[in-house]
């Protein structure tokens, strides 16, 4: 039996997910998560957190922005337009499927290796007839292939002509939010903005578990900085760590193994830039550091018919998996500055930062004044209040008015052309305006919960367990008085509450053979197992066994916390038992 159906036991029995609406007979692409699931995951975005954003605080900041964005915030994205995958429709039974996935599927089977990205709906249709490929249900004719939209739409309010969308990756919410932002950081550049959140794509027909799902989690960073010099303050802090990397120029002749180039050689060759080689650099360190080693790791160039809508330059993070081959697990865009220039054209708002120039020199500038009198005619004593709005869409009104507009709304106000005066200004400055490109790493959390769980899976001698790292593992400790004795689990109650007081994870049990309860903690990757005996109540100490050796150390009950700090720190088992002058037992 291999990892992968090792895995599948685990989680059922350990109830770490689980198709979700079961009793209804559940729905393709989503999953719930049980208390150990929950755990492991948000340790891994914990991990995320203090890999990507907190050691960068000075330039990297954090915000949180809604699920659902209204309609106009996607079309200015492109995801009305371009965010579609194709869909066939069986013609008998009415199943429909994504017709890529179908077509390799199904030659596949007959030994034909296809790859269909990029195809047209025509070529997948001249596929499907060439090869007369059926419905793999009932084996009727299938129709032609469409296009779908991924996007789910809703309702915002009891309107229905005020469309929204969920929206299918949180970069969108930190883009509208960027003119805040830019105020926020001072318009100081380079600057990133991270989210964590939920995001949803309603895939045509989801399969693969955790790999493929129509609602997830995202971790991305939208890092804004300026074309004109694009360099990395912090890149001497990776440039020599290793990035496994299938560049475009090999994708494009059909090469699939990695070159293993250090984060400056990427660089120095030109296969990225240095904000694009940075994350990717840490991308690969993050998830070594999850259980995953480099030589199941590469980033995989996307040829520009492969590409997101958005996307200049991209790689795929893949990681190899048993169940499921290569997985992506990370995806790293250059979006140029096409988000932020649809936003501003859509939106009439100006997205901007500033850079400061050589010399000073004299600029035109277009101003916007309100015309109180006229003002007042039409909106009485909300004056200040249609002044305000214009103020803060002044140059959207000047461009409208500029291009012959007679009225322009703006906020709940309708300003007409009398409303305002509009005059060309000459001033000297040494700052210029200039819209930011953008550099995106963005992690899918749950197929990053599949690959750790899929390669942290050890079988020795019949034993079967997690060998999670330390800071992944859903629980830190496990209390076990070695016999169901009254003074031995009042120690165990206290000692438990005590660690759980100060951050552990904490598992307290006292059923069942002592060898029982340690194959349980071992098996859902538990590092560190507490067992009190006989000699606790005599002299306050403790066992503290290891996961993975079994090795078992005594210590002070004073001293359990210490130890536990320094394990889930990274630190050897045998490292620390020397650090706090442990005696075997």
Known sequence: MGRA???????????????????????????????????????????WRRTFVLPYQDFIVEVETPIIMPEPVFKASGHLDHFTDYVVTCS??????????????????????????????ADLKRLIEEHKIRCPVCGGELGDVETF????????????????????????????????????????????????????????????GLIRLRE?????????????????PVFAEVENLEVPIVPEELVAKGATDPLYLTAREVVEKGYANEWMAFFMALAAKFLRELGVPLEKQKFLGKLPHERAHYSAKSYDQMVYTERFGWVEVSGHAYRTDYDLSGHSKHSGQE???????PAPKEVEVVRVYPNPATIREKYGDRLGEVVKAIKEAEARVAEAFRQGASEVRVGDFVVTREMVFIKAEKRRTDLEKFIPHVVEPSFGLDRILYVVLEHAVAEEGGRVYLRLPPDIAPVTLCILPIVKREDYVAIGKRLMRELASEGFLVHYDDEGTIGSRYAACDEVGTPLAVTIDER?????????????????????????????????????????AEALGASPQ
Request: aromatic share 10%; with cysteine; net charge positive.
């Open 92 to 121: 008998k039974c009415g199943r429909k499927f994504r017709a890529d996935h179908l077509v390799e599927e199904e030659l596949a089977k007959r030994g034909l290796k296809v790859s269909t990205e990029g195809l047209s709906a």
């Open 351 to 357: 997205l901007y930062l500033e850079r400061r120039l």
């Open 5 to 47: 159906e090792r895995l599948e036991e685990i989680v059922k029995r350990r109830l770490i997910y689980w198709p979700s609406s079961e009793i209804y007979g559940g729905i393709g692409g989503f999953y719930d998560f049980g208390p150990l699931g929950v755990q492991i995951r948000r340790n891994i975005v914990e991990k």
């Open 149 to 208: 939209n991924l996007l789910f739409k809703t309702t915002i309010g009891p309107y229905s002509d005020s469309a929204g969308y969920l929206r299918p990756e949180t970069a969108q919410g930190i883009f509208v939010a960027f003119p805040r932002l830019a105020e926020y950081v001072g318009r100081r550049h380079p600057f990133g903005v991270a989210q964590i959140g939920r995001v949803a794509r309603n895939e045509i027909s989801p399969r693969g």
């Open 536 to 576: 606790t109540p005599v002299d306050g100490t403790v066992t503290i066994r290891d996961r993975d050796t079994r090795r078992q150390v005594r210590v002070k009950t004073s001293d359990v916390a210490r130890f536990a700090a320094l394990v889930r720190g990274g630190v050897p088992f045998d490292k620390a």
């Open 216 to 232: 997830f989690t995202q971790m991305e960073i939208e890092l804004f900085f300026d074309p004109q010099n694009p360099k990395c």
